[in-house]
């Protein structure tokens, strides 16, 4: 591996672990039991490195995205995996990683609203339309508000605002926001398959 994906290796590592405000050159350093001099040859800052490290992470998660989106035999299954795969990622990352993106490295920031407003809405409309031609989702939906609707809901959840770290954790939200948006979604076909899902038996009136 080369010395710059060696150190941006090192560095998500402990941004996912300590948040990206509390890391410092000199923690990535020592991480890397690497001299200060070196890590600077190749990153003239912080921000150089939270620049690259958001721009490979991207990257990669395009590709698990995809993988996962793959797996899934009708709409309503790749959202239950897609949660399930997202549900393991945010078990390994700091709440206030997007709060630090947001307020310290805005140039990582714009990289990341990119990617939410292309990639990611283009997956959600993908599953809506995929979903409705199943029949699993409504028919009546409204694509393009209900895609921008489910797409505000991911930075939703890691708004201290909203959620104050210290009473929910992001895979209880995470869970909780993906399960209420298929329930809005879904016909009577696809509310049998979420219960199948959730191994849940609903009496029927």
Request: aromatic share 12%; proline share 2%; net charge positive.
């Given at each position: 591996?080369?010395?710059?994906?060696?150190?941006?290796?090192?560095a998500?590592?402990?941004f996912?672990?300590?948040?990206?405000r509390s890391?410092?050159m000199d923690?990535?350093?020592t991480q890397l039991a690497?001299?200060?001099?070196?890590?600077?040859?190749?990153?003239e800052?912080?921000d150089?490195?939270?620049h690259?490290?958001?721009?490979?992470?991207?990257?990669?998660e395009?590709v698990?995205?995809?993988?996962?989106?793959?797996?899934?035999s009708?709409?309503?299954?790749e959202?239950?995996?897609?949660?399930?795969?997202?549900k393991?990622?945010?078990?390994n990352?700091?709440?206030s990683?997007?709060?630090d993106?947001?307020k310290?490295?805005?140039?990582a920031?714009?990289?990341?609203?990119?990617?939410?407003n292309?990639?990611i809405?283009?997956?959600?409309?993908e599953n809506?339309?995929?979903?409705?031609?199943e029949?699993?989702y409504r028919?009546?939906?409204?694509?393009?508000?209900i895609?921008?609707?489910?797409l505000?809901e991911?930075?939703?959840?890691?708004?201290?605002?909203?959620?104050?770290?210290r009473e929910?954790?992001?895979?209880?939200i995470?869970?909780?926001c993906?399960?209420h948006?298929?329930?809005?979604i879904?016909?009577?076909k696809?509310?049998?398959l979420?219960?199948?899902?959730?191994?849940?038996?609903?009496p029927?009136?």
């Open positions: 591996m080369e010395i710059k994906d060696r150190i941006l290796v090192a998500v590592e402990l996912m672990r300590n948040g990206i890391v410092s923690d990535i350093a690497m001299s200060k001099k070196t890590l600077y040859k190749w990153f800052n912080k150089q490195i939270v690259g490290v958001m721009q490979k992470y991207l990257l990669s395009e698990e995205c995809e993988n996962v989106f793959a797996t899934g009708n709409a309503l299954e959202m239950y995996n897609l949660m399930h795969w997202h393991k990622t945010l078990s990352v700091h709440p990683i997007f709060f993106l947001q310290y490295h805005p140039q920031w714009a990289l990341f609203e990119q990617h939410k292309t990639f809405l283009s997956k959600i409309i809506l339309r995929r979903g409705i031609s029949g699993v028919a009546d939906i409204d694509v393009e508000v895609a921008r609707i489910r505000a991911i930075e939703i959840i890691f708004d201290p605002k909203v959620f104050p770290t929910f954790d992001l895979q209880r995470h869970i909780a993906v399960e948006y298929l329930a809005g879904s016909s009577l696809g509310h049998k979420i219960n199948k899902y959730r191994n849940v038996t609903e029927e009136a």
